[in-house]
């Protein structure tokens, strides 16, 4: 259903901390003409955590606005309240999203139990198509291959976004759910290995600063053209190791303020990158050629 190179977008701030409708539109029309196969708006890389109500789902409006039509949507709509996730998703639904990207609840660590009730919910409760996005990194759940695969028999649990950069995971999986199963990597450094392991595509960071090469690389993957794809990854992992240099999204905004996409402000209490960590993302642009 989804695949190839998928970014999770940023959310642009104006000079006053509100969200730059303007910027982020722009933002979104620059990804698709460089070859974006899909866009998330407000996950991880999209600061959701603090985004109001109203900005959230404004923020999803303004993408659905521009992709609409032309690339898929999955706008992220999780929480760790199963009613707030609910609220998102139904909200995601009418204003046209293509698929719900929903985090597994953070903080309240539920069960296996809990996070199949948990989604279970989600899916009885709207009629949109639900990613799982597993990151056991950021939520401390993580959820297992037999978890998912009950989630999998419910018609609108349609894939996984895996962020646990375990590589053994995706072969699991996709010997346990089969091929139809979506399997999306939430690691952009691996991405070539997921792909290889049973995976279709990636949720990247790194393409809202390089979406070119990104869709470059996942189409050369599709045909076959193995050397194509190997030169752009070995070509891409500075880059990969610079959006990290920091707790993501602060060093792909500040890649995105140097290509002159945004203001590299972020909200609290997320703050700008240290300088030593400014200078090794720019320095990463300019080895791939994007400074």
Known sequence: MFKGSITALITPFDANGGVDAKAFQDFVAWQISEGSHGVVPVGTTGESPTLNHDEHKRVVE???????????????????????????????????????????????????????????????????????????????????VDTMKRLAELPR???????????????????????????????????????????????????????????????????????????????????????FVETSPGPVKWAAHLLGKCRPDMRLPMVQISDDSKNKVRDALVRVGLL
């Open 62 to 144: 303004l993408c659905i606005e521009v992709a609409k039509g032309k690339v898929p949507v999955l706008a992220g709509t999780g929480s760790n309240s199963t009613a707030e996730a609910l609220e998102f998703t139904r909200h995601a639904q009418e204003a046209g999203a293509d698929a719900a990207l929903v985090v597994t609840p953070y903080y309240n660590k539920p069960t296996q139990e809990g996070l199949y009730q948990h989604f279970k919910a989600l899916h009885d409760g709207c009629d949109l198509p639900i990613i799982i996005y597993n990151i056991p990194g950021r939520s401390i759940v993580d959820m297992s």
């Open 157 to 243: 649990i349609v894939g996984v976004k895996d962020a646990t950069a375990d590589l053994v995971r995706p072969l699991r999986t996709r010997v346990a759910l089969g091929a139809d199963f979506c399997q999306l990597s939430g690691e952009d450094a691996t991405v070539t290995a997921f792909l290889a392991q049973g995976g279709v595509g990636c949720i990247s960071v790194t393409s809202n600063v390089a979406p070119k090469m990104l869709s470059q690389l996942h189409v050369a993957w599709q045909k076959g053209d193995m050397e194509t794809c190997f030169a752009l990854r070995d070509k891409l992992l500075p880059l990969h190791d610079a959006m």
